[in-house]
């Protein structure tokens, strides 16, 4: 199936790199997330949503100072276009939504800010900040906000230098069944 090679690639060579000024790589992110959804019990849409959700960033090719030369790539949506090609919204969902997850934490949670991390700090503040309340309202509509909220505590966890995790071969037959279930 070749969206599974293609994740495989993706995850395997550009995934390799440092992952935005975290200790981690994207892969080892990517994977990490992935785990902590799985162990938490999360349907297998939402583990692949988690697996993949900062996909954006390596199709992008966003090298790794982007934020330090303050820009926001947009990630979440580059992703969640090429998400959608081979997945359903599900998958796209969570992953889309990701990031106005994090501002909706900030918003909701007076300690969650606290918690993360300098680079995430960082491209918060590039992201537009806490929601408004009117944004909190409108995000609340989206029927992914629960499972973005989900994945959103996973990517923050999801950066711990040599934490051993499954490896990408332990995911494909959930990939393709996600990719079949687009009818990708």
């Not at 081979?86 to 900030?106: D, I, S, W």
Request: with cysteine; proline share 5%.
């Amino acid at each position: 199936m070749r969206i599974v090679d293609e994740v495989m690639n993706l995850l395997a060579g550009p995934g390799r790199e440092a992952y935005l000024g975290e200790q981690v790589s994207q892969a080892e992110h990517a994977l990490q997330a992935a785990w902590l959804a799985e162990r938490d019990g999360a349907p297998d849409s939402l583990v692949i949503s988690a697996l993949l959700h900062d996909v954006g960033h390596l199709v992008l090719g966003a090298l790794e100072d982007v934020a330090h030369r303050g820009i926001d790539a947009h990630h979440e949506d580059a992703g969640a276009a090429w998400l959608d090609k081979h997945f359903g919204p599900e998958v796209t969902g969570p992953a889309r939504l990701h990031v106005a997850a994090k501002r909706y934490l900030c918003a909701v949670d007076p300690d969650y800010l606290d918690g993360l991390s300098d680079a995430s700090k960082l491209s918060l503040t590039l992201q537009g900040g806490a929601m408004s309340p009117a944004e909190v309202t409108q995000f609340k509509l989206d029927p992914h906000h629960a499972p973005a909220v989900r994945l959103r505590r996973w990517d923050d966890e999801a950066k711990v230098p040599g934490l051993d995790v499954p490896g990408l071969e332990h995911y494909r037959s959930r990939i393709e069944a996600a990719a079949k279930a687009k009818g990708a």
